[in-house]
């Protein structure tokens, strides 16, 4: 890992560069950072110059305010941007709209930060672009074997299965606000799912912000509009939060759901009173891991955080060289 340090090394605020002299994703405020997407434990507020995709941005200033950095420069995915000697571009990491994996290249030396990412397809953002790198900085967050998620269609089918079944109960699915639950709209409209879908007023500025950015979402109603209370036979999406709340109560007989990869865990259903459980992940499981780092054919391969120690043994095995950086402060949002 030596010669890569001086390329990209851990610090307490996250992963620094120091020839470009920018942290990337800084769990901490710092001077200057790229931000990988628009998370809140990847995206935080309070930094000095920010880089990241326009689409990024506009999720950070949705969320924290216009005033949410001191600067920002927007990059488009593909475009160049040098920083010292480093050249610095986005590539799409196909994890929730504008996500981005940043590329470093500096004397000879490729580095790769993918932030979250998934090789699933997703009708809300581009798909994950494949760089091959010396370097190769991931996740890990779905890094155990027993992590192989089903095919996204096939959970929006078993949704539509069970609304088919009990047409006098309202589906409540629990989505996170940013990525999952557009993503899972877009899913239902894809199979030709043409009524309104009733979602919870959190959801509104990002399934909002996803349309201005040109993702077809369909008709989209409050949840909470007093004239059609309790909806029947219909869809409602939900903080995930909001599913085992009061106010879930308003509803017919509410079925609560939730989409995640978490939903492979019986446990976490179960905690969260979730009758039906939709295996419906943003990021990458087991098999996208290892055939992603396989096909990269990095030197070294660093994990920034997640389940780690099965993806070492993977790593030794297959004569790859893995550090754990095990950076505090990555989860899943509203986790
Ligand atoms: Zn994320
Ligand atoms: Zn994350």
Redesign the pocket.
């Known amino acids: 890992m030596a010669g890569f340090r001086q390329l990209l090394r851990n610090t307490p605020q996250g992963l620094y560069c120091p020839p470009g002299d920018f942290h990337i994703d800084p769990v901490r405020p710092v001077d200057r950072c790229v931000i990988?997407?628009?998370?809140s434990?990847?995206a935080r507020s309070g930094h000095g110059a920010v880089l990241a995709t326009p689409q990024t941005l506009a999720i950070m200033a949705a969320r924290y305010g216009e005033g949410f950095a001191a600067a920002t420069e927007a990059a488009r995915y593909g475009e160049k941007i040098s920083r010292g000697d480093v050249a610095v571009r986005l590539v799409p990491a196909g994890?929730?709209l504008g996500?981005a994996q940043v590329v470093l290249a500096w004397k000879g030396v490729t580095a790769v930060i993918s932030?979250?990412y998934k090789r699933r397809s997703d009708p809300t953002c581009p798909p994950f672009e494949p760089v091959p790198c010396n370097l190769f900085v991931s996740?890990a967050t779905f890094g155990l074997p027993v992590f192989h998620f089903p095919d996204a269609s096939d959970e929006v089918a078993k949704l539509l299965h069970s609304v088919a079944l009990f047409p006098e109960r309202t589906h409540l699915v629990g989505a996170y606000a940013?990525?999952k639950a557009q993503r899972l709209i877009a899913l239902l409209r894809q199979t030709g799912y043409e009524k309104p879908i009733y979602v919870h007023g959190a959801l509104d500025s990002m399934n909002a912000l996803y349309q201005a950015h040109g993702v077809a979402l369909g008709a989209l109603l409050p949840a909470t509009d007093s004239a059609r209370n309790s909806l029947p036979g219909e869809i409602v999406i939900a903080p995930p939060s909001a599913i085992a709340d009061k106010w879930a109560r308003r509803f017919a007989d509410p079925i609560p759901a939730f989409a995640s990869g978490w939903m492979m865990v019986r446990a976490r259903a179960r905690q969260r009173y979730v009758e039906l459980p939709l295996v419906v992940s943003?990021?990458a499981d087991w098999d996208e891991l290892t055939l992603t780092v396989g096909e990269l054919k990095p030197e070294e391969f660093w994990i920034t955080h997640g389940n780690e120690d099965a993806l070492l043994r993977w790593a030794e095995l297959n004569n790859v060289a893995a550090t754990a950086l095990e950076i505090a402060g990555?989860e899943?949002?509203e986790e």
């Open positions: 990988t997407h628009g998370h434990d990847h994890h929730v996500s932030g979250d996740e940013l990525g943003d990021h990555y899943d949002e």
